[in-house]
């Protein structure tokens, strides 16, 4: 390809188009099948070989699109987002993820070694949980229709024992698994332009090899440890808590003190007026315990890098569909569900 930047032909579907896809998309994605019909085929589909299942597994699908501004951000950029994203979201259900896809809407204009480079991401961050990318679709628009690429990515996976958000149970505990707010934080400083005398860095980060022993731990008398997971991307914690209460019934109690936050995020909210636990995180996720295993859980979590800063937040109550945050000196506040996005487009 003779040109540095997208151009509309790159998504005409012809020789520009093949070029790209041949010569950045395949040669950059390492693992691209999962059965006998793969990227590589540049088929109108992938086929996906199931072996080793038992009869009682669900397959479990999602989907996301990722309209992050700027493309690339402290740590990382779109495409290490698009794929732990993805991940993520089967991970928190309990499913082991055995193949994404990937569609791509890019504006005539962008450059063509950021978009390598994103490719070149999103192979990585797929290969740390084995992952291969199987199919996908590449799309240009017009530089006035679009400010920057968008990436929409489905992950299939499957599960035994699928973990919902709704499973949650009085004297439960509730675990974070590392630092919250880092993400849209970080995000937020590096395009605005503030300098908060810190590295501050997204946490985006594909979580199933965190996760995956977890799912295994049950009670003496054959229960999931796990009552239900989810991940606290948009609306933060106190979206994702609010959803898990709702969901199961229950209220949940949760104690500043044990939150773990990054003092630089304490700092930049405090400044901004911001509340953390509205903050999106990209490489966190918030989970039930039952009482009892919050201790094995933390050790587990704690012994892989995404997990050293785990933490047990608090615990489920019988109120119904509430959730409370107590402060060190004793004092009570509802975590509200947030009214809006206080750091619009972060993901």
């Known amino acids: 390809m003779k040109s540095n930047t997208i151009s509309l032909e790159h998504g005409a579907g012809g020789e520009v188009m093949q070029a790209l896809i041949g010569e950045i998309i395949l ?5 691209k099948s999962a059965g006998s019909i ?7 589909g992938s086929t996906i070989k199931l072996e080793d299942f038992n009869k009682g597994c669900e397959l479990v699908l999602t989907t996301d699109s990722h309209v ?11 495409g290490r987002l698009a794929v732990a994203g993805t991940v993520n979201d089967l991970t928190v259900m309990g499913a082991k993820p055995l193949a994404l896809t990937c569609a791509v809407i890019v504006p005539e204009g962008f450059s063509l070694k950021e ?13 740390e949980v084995g992952v291969p990318i199987i199919t996908g679709d ?6 006035t229709a679009l400010d920057s690429i968008i ?16 499973g949650l149970q009085p004297g439960d505990k509730i675990l974070v698994t590392g630092t919250i707010g880092d993400h849209g934080i970080s995000l937020m400083a590096h395009r605005e332009g503030f300098d908060f005398d810190t590295d501050l860095a997204s946490d985006s980060a594909p979580l199933w090899k965190l996760i995956e022993p977890l799912l295994k731990l049950r009670t003496p008398e054959g229960e999931p440890v796990i009552t239900a997971m ?15 209460a709702s969901k199961s019934g229950a209220g949940i109690l949760i104690e500043e003190d044990w939150i773990p936050f990054k003092s630089a995020v304490s700092a930049a909210c405090e400044m901004l007026g911001l509340d953390p636990l509205e903050v999106a995180n990209e490489g966190k996720a918030v989970m039930g315990v039952k009482a009892g295993f919050e201790e094995e859980v933390l050790s587990i979590l704690r012994q892989h890098p995404y997990g050293r800063d785990a933490a047990v937040i608090g615990e489920v109550t019988p109120d119904k569909n509430e959730v409370v945050l107590r402060n060190r000196f004793g004092g009570m506040r509802f975590v509200d569900v947030p009214a809006g996005d206080p750091i619009p487009r972060v993901c």
């Open 27 to 31: 040669k950059n994605f390492r693992n």
């Open 38 to 44: 793969g990227l590589e085929c540049l088929d109108d």
């Open 115 to 127: 978009f390598e480079e994103i490719i070149k991401t999103m192979d990585e961050t797929a290969a």
């Open 230 to 244: 989810k991940d606290p991307t948009r609306g933060g914690l106190a979206n994702a808590l609010n959803e898990m």
């Open 138 to 143: 590449t799309k240009t628009v017009e530089k």
């Open 68 to 78: 992050i501004t700027p493309a690339f951000f402290p740590n990382t950029n779109i």
């Open 151 to 166: 990436l929409n990515t489905a992950g299939l996976g499957i599960t035994d024992s699928p973990v919902r958000d709704s």
